[in-house]
């Protein structure tokens, strides 16, 4: 018997197709490194539990009742005129009003739980950074030690982190799934968003808003160091001797992609609140 080639390739792409989405689920939110995106999984997993319940008598009962009031079925009763019921209105009505009524009280405590502005409680002072959406890339800020790192974030473990949002063109998001929710950054305007990390890592971030041909491009590592290497790094960044002056502040404003991450010894005073004002000003 002749086997045909393209058999084999018919098991191989569904294959593929699992096998890819293995990468998805590690980068995801259900893979989460951080209390913010820990609730956040919890709340996937309440809603998921819901939708079974909503979903699953549906999808079962849907093919049982077609099977059962198929047109060769010629000996089950067919009574066309019956009554109200009350046993038929009670599953009608009850059961969504309770899922309803269930889902509002969870959803209301997760939408003040996971507000992006609330801080996060430590007994540790919040890490302030100041990231800034570009043309394809992200510059953070930061204000307090002077460094500044384009298209990596740097960030101590077990450390609340405060990043203030901006973008410095056009309308922007800035997405970590392991660690946080979307929040979106505007020219002109200041966002806020509060994360932290529960344990070491390297973990993806992204711009989720489309801004031109190098969206595909602005994708960002978040590396969660221990509070003594991420000490190290910050002394790494101020002895690399590589300011962010002027010379390299009109660079960053070109429309490019870094093909790696760069790091500045030193940033102006003010630079975040002077692009905002810049992004005010009429062009």
Same mark, same amino acid.
């Given at each position: 018997?002749?086997?045909?080639?393209?058999?084999?390739?018919?098991?191989?792409?569904?294959?593929?197709?699992?096998?890819?989405?293995?990468?998805?689920?590690?980068?995801?939110?259900?893979?989460?490194?951080?209390?913010?995106?820990?609730?956040?999984?919890?709340?996937?997993?309440?809603?998921?539990?819901?939708?079974? !319940?909503? #979903?699953?008598?549906?999808?079962?009962?849907?093919?049982?009742?077609?099977?059962?009031?198929?047109?060769?079925?010629?000996?089950?009763?067919?009574?066309?005129?019956?009554?109200?019921?009350?046993?038929?209105?009670?599953?009608?009505?009850?059961?969504?009003?309770?899922?309803?009524?269930?889902?509002?009280?969870?959803?209301?405590?997760?939408?003040?739980?996971?507000?992006?502005?609330?801080?996060?409680?430590?007994?540790?002072?919040?890490?302030?950074?100041? *990231?800034?959406?570009?043309?394809?890339?992200?510059?953070?800020?930061?204000?307090?030690?002077?460094?500044?790192?384009?298209?990596?974030? !740097?960030?101590?473990?077990?450390?609340?982190?405060?990043?203030?949002?901006?973008?410095?063109?056009?309308?922007? #998001?800035?997405?970590?799934?392991?660690?946080?929710?979307?929040?979106?950054?505007?020219?002109?305007?200041?966002?806020?968003?509060?994360? #932290? *990390?529960?344990?070491?890592?390297?973990?993806?971030?992204?711009?989720?808003?489309?801004?031109?041909?190098?969206?595909?491009?602005?994708?960002?590592?978040?590396? #969660?160091?221990?509070?003594?290497?991420?000490?190290?790094?910050?002394?790494?960044?101020?002895?690399?001797?590589?300011?962010?002056?002027? /010379?390299?502040? /009109?660079?960053?404003?070109?429309? &490019?992609?870094?093909?790696?991450?760069?790091?500045?010894?030193?940033?102006?005073?003010?630079?975040?609140?002077?692009?905002?004002?810049? &992004?005010?000003?009429?062009?």
């Amino acid at each position: 018997m002749k086997v045909s080639r393209g058999r084999p390739l018919l098991f191989a792409i569904p294959l593929l197709f699992v096998l890819s989405g293995c990468d998805v689920l590690k980068l995801s939110v259900m893979n989460y490194a951080g209390p913010i995106a820990a609730s956040q999984s919890h709340l996937y997993v309440i809603v998921g539990i819901v939708l079974v !319940f909503v #979903a699953g008598p549906v999808l079962l009962l849907t093919p049982l009742i077609a099977w059962h009031y198929r047109l060769s079925n010629k000996n089950s009763a067919f009574r066309p005129n019956w009554n109200f019921s009350w046993t038929l209105e009670g599953f009608i009505w009850i059961p969504p009003i309770g899922i309803v009524i269930g889902l509002g009280f969870v959803l209301w405590h997760y939408t003040h739980t996971l507000d992006p502005y609330r801080p996060i409680a430590s007994n540790l002072p919040a890490l302030k950074v100041q *990231a800034v959406g570009l043309d394809w890339k992200w510059l953070f800020i930061y204000p307090d030690q002077r460094i500044a790192a384009v298209n990596q974030l !740097f960030i101590p473990v077990g450390r609340p982190v405060h990043i203030s949002l901006t973008s410095g063109t056009v309308m922007q #998001a800035l997405l970590i799934p392991q660690l946080a929710g979307q929040i979106y950054a505007m020219a002109g305007m200041t966002t806020q968003l509060n994360l #932290a *990390a529960s344990r070491p890592g390297v973990y993806r971030g992204e711009n989720t808003q489309f801004n031109g041909t190098g969206f595909q491009n602005e994708k960002f590592n978040v590396i #969660a160091l221990s509070p003594s290497d991420y000490d190290r790094w910050v002394e790494h960044a101020r002895a690399s001797a590589h300011p962010l002056d002027a /010379a390299a502040y /009109a660079e960053l404003f070109r429309k &490019s992609s870094p093909p790696q991450p760069i790091v500045f010894s030193s940033v102006p005073q003010r630079l975040f609140q002077n692009i905002l004002v810049q &992004s005010q000003e009429p062009r």
